[in-house]
């Protein structure tokens, strides 16, 4: 049923939308801090196999710190930083939690202990070599010793490519 024409009792509301999940940015924190430690005292087993015997072992990796997971643990939604950020005294906090998951990430690659390319992608980080142009703009032909006829040939494909033939 729709309320009835005129209804003014949404301005009796004394707030709008839900509570916060952390009033404070020191309960953010601590429950960030609470995720870090979950992590550090549940590492990943690895299956391994190791010497000329291939013996079967599981090595205790780290868990890495991520955004999901971090999100996952809070039992709250994936936009809960971007969110936080915003709002006045989370900023630092939201920021400090963002670099440590990014420092310890980052770090465990660059030692090896997580993959360092799914890690580089999740980071956003990307290796900008070029393999292919050696440095020269790419898509440009060099048409300067084409004939009249072969020059009129790529006239032609291109306008038909173009649609006006």
């Known amino acids: 049923m729709a309320a009835p024409i005129g209804n003014q009792f949404w301005k009796l509301r004394s707030k709008h939308g839900r ?15 609470e995720y870090f430690e979950w992590c550090d005292d549940h590492p990943w087993e690895k299956h391994d196999f190791v010497g000329k015997d291939a013996e079967e072992v599981y090595r205790k990796v780290p868990r890495p710190y991520t955004i999901k997971a971090l999100c996952l643990y809070l039992e709250c939604d994936d936009e809960l930083l971007d969110n936080y950020q915003e709002k006045e005294g989370f900023s630092e906090i939201v920021t400090r939690i963002r670099n440590i998951i990014y420092t310890q990430k980052y770090e465990g690659a660059a030692v090896g202990l997580f993959n360092a390319s799914v890690i580089a992608r999740d980071l956003g980080l990307v290796e900008k070599s070029d393999l292919t142009s050696k440095g020269e703009r790419i898509g440009k032909l060099d048409v300067s010793n084409l004939s009249d006829e072969d020059l009129a040939d790529i006239a032609r494909i291109q306008q038909k490519m173009a649609g006006e033939g």
């Open 19 to 33: 509570d916060l999940i952390f009033s404070s940015p020191e309960l953010l924190w601590e429950a960030a801090t």
